[in-house]
């Protein structure tokens, strides 16, 4: 019954900004880690960054700098500040939430349905 819901992708110029923002709704009781990971065309899908119950972020080394993860776990909401995009940054960005079920150390993913960034140049 969780659920993640994206919004803020659109299309920006390269040089431009976008801040993603991703809502897990209901049942929840505890979110592990969160993140961001992207897929473009052809490609496989990787992980931009993520960031522990805690606060400590994670990120790639492609958008190292430019961007800021952070969270909100009153709200049970992830952000992703991109700043400086470039048209390679341009794909399909997808929230991923893990949530603690079963035996210690196991726990049930939850991927929301993607919201597209398009960086023109």
């Known amino acids: 019954q969780v659920q993640l819901e994206e919004s803020g992708g659109g299309s920006v110029q390269a040089g431009g900004s976008l801040r993603l923002s991703c809502v897990a709704s209901?049942?929840?009781?505890?979110?592990?880690?969160m993140g961001w990971y992207r897929q473009a065309p052809g490609k496989q899908r990787e992980l931009v960054a993520n960031i522990t119950p805690g606060g400590t972020p994670n990120y790639a080394d492609s958008v190292k700098g430019r961007s800021t993860i952070s969270r909100d776990n009153a709200k049970n909401t992830v952000y992703l500040q991109m700043n400086s995009l470039k048209p390679e940054d341009t794909a399909v960005y997808y929230c991923n939430a893990r949530f603690p079920r079963g035996s210690l150390g196991k726990y049930v993913e939850v991927w929301g349905q993607g919201t597209l960034v398009t960086v023109s140049t």
């Open positions: 209901g049942g929840i009781f505890s979110i592990n880690a």
